[in-house]
């Protein structure tokens, strides 16, 4: 993890930050109407780090940087890009509520980052969810 990735989720983050979400959903934005004109479904997946969903590990990472854990918030980055995309009309699912709900231990392989098998059926299940919409039926 490095400091300048979790300056993304500081409540009050430098403009520069701000500056990054606006130009991430426009860039995305292209690609959406690139997919769309050739009939292709689009959907962005939003999903979180460990060090955004754990709470715990998120605070122990944020003092060894010597910063307040008061002043991050892990689900922000994701609210924030969501919101942008969502202002362009680009749909998207956030996989930041279901991972939570399922407690960010019992969903990432012990001391790694990456998604356990449960965590890859919740991600599959919100993702394919999402999609649904999207496709046209069988």
Request: aromatic share 6%.
């Amino acid at each position: 993890v490095r400091w300048r990735e979790l300056k993304a989720a500081r409540v009050e983050p430098d403009a520069s930050i701000a500056r990054g979400y606006d130009g991430l959903a426009a860039h995305v934005g292209e690609m959406t109407s690139i997919a769309r004109k050739d009939g292709i479904a689009f959907l962005v997946v939003l999903a979180p780090s460990r060090v955004e969903l754990d709470a715990d590990l998120r605070a122990r990472v944020v003092q060894a940087f010597g910063g307040d854990p008061k002043d991050f918030d892990g689900a922000l980055p994701a609210r924030r890009v969501g919101e942008a995309l969502a202002a362009r009309g680009i749909p998207f699912v956030d996989l930041t509520p279901a991972l939570a709900a399922a407690e960010p231990a019992r969903v990432y392989n012990r001391g790694d980052t990456h998604w356990n098998r449960r965590g890859n059926a919740i991600a599959a299940a919100a993702i394919a969810n999402a999609l649904k919409p999207l496709l046209p039926p069988p």
